[in-house]
């Protein structure tokens, strides 16, 4: 049995544990609340880009765009959104497990654009195509953070590296929950084919096409950032849920440990007086 001294000093280390795991379960809680708000604001713009993407392909003469352009798929890339760090449960292992198996269901080669450096990581150590890697972003996601990595998956895309482009990242759902999501990034599918809705009659200046070869760039990037707000979001309430569990673990460590000191400490308090009286009793002899 481990001494009293050695049980105090598990007990103090265990409560040095507890007190960081409880602060970093406050700055995650307060850090969690403002990507939530961020990744709640990005959908409906998201979603009104769209429809007026939408409006404006449909005024088109000519919808043969690069980026809506579909070709035989001999080569695929993904961009796998993780996280920088640690300390937020199976988050990152998630996010690498949805598209782990989505790439093993595909026949075409496969090459990875990863954002964020526990994805890095592990594609790496374990032997798969690495095209580009890019550092996750800070919490306001700026357009200079996530231009670059946009542009790195246009400019494949458009060079014929990619005929298909997915995108894995976390879908915030609330404060407890994010699901894995893969979904196609290019090409774009066909906007008027997304959704039936009535339209209305707009007349465009500059031109129809000319506004697609703007908006279709700009709403890559939108889908881009916003999966890197979800994703944001998604990291910090995996945090928050994994520091609360560390807390509580070390808690119910602490009074498991509490009762084995006490136990001990009894047990030598016990041996003590037991050594006393033996003592006592050898002086009785002896006189």
Do not use: W
């Not at 880009?49 to 043969?64: P, Y």
């Not at 906007?191 to 039936?196: F, S």
């Not at 890559?220 to 995996?238: D, H, N």
């Amino acid at each position: 049995m481990p001494s009293t001294r050695d049980i105090r000093r598990r007990i103090r280390g265990v409560k040095n544990i507890e007190q960081i795991t409880r602060a970093m379960n406050m700055i995650a809680s307060a850090r969690l609340r403002r990507a939530q708000a961020k990744a709640e604001s990005a959908r409906p713009y998201a979603e009104r880009i769209s429809e007026i993407l939408q409006d404006v392909e449909a005024s088109c003469a000519n919808d043969r765009h690069p980026l809506l352009a579909q070709r035989p798929v001999t080569r695929i890339g993904m961009v796998v959104i993780t996280s920088d760090r640690g300390l937020c449960g199976a988050f990152n292992a998630i996010i690498i497990r949805e598209a782990e198996e989505f790439l093993s269901k595909q026949t075409a080669q496969a090459g990875l654009i990863t954002v964020g450096r526990k994805g890095h990581e592990y594609f790496e150590r374990h032997g798969a195509t690495i095209d580009r890697q890019f550092p996750q972003p800070s919490r306001e996601v700026a357009l200079e953070e996530f231009g670059a990595t946009s542009k790195a998956v246009m400019t494949g895309y458009l060079e014929r590296r990619y005929d298909r482009v997915y995108l894995a990242y976390a879908q915030f759902v609330n404060a407890f929950k994010f699901v894995p999501v893969v979904q196609q990034l290019l090409p774009l599918e066909k906007l008027t084919a997304m959704e039936k809705r009535v339209r209305a009659l707009y007349q465009f200046e500059p031109a129809a096409e000319l506004l697609l070869d703007v908006l279709l760039p700009q709403y890559v990037e939108v889908l881009l950032y916003r999966a890197l707000v979800e994703s944001l979001a998604s990291e910090q309430a995996a945090r928050v849920v994994a520091m609360n569990a560390a807390a509580d673990g070390a808690e119910e460590m602490i009074g498991s440990l509490t009762r084995k000191y006490n136990r001990a400490r009894q047990a030598s308090i016990t041996r003590q007086i037991l050594e006393v009286m033996s003592g006592a009793e050898a002086l009785e002899h002896v006189h």
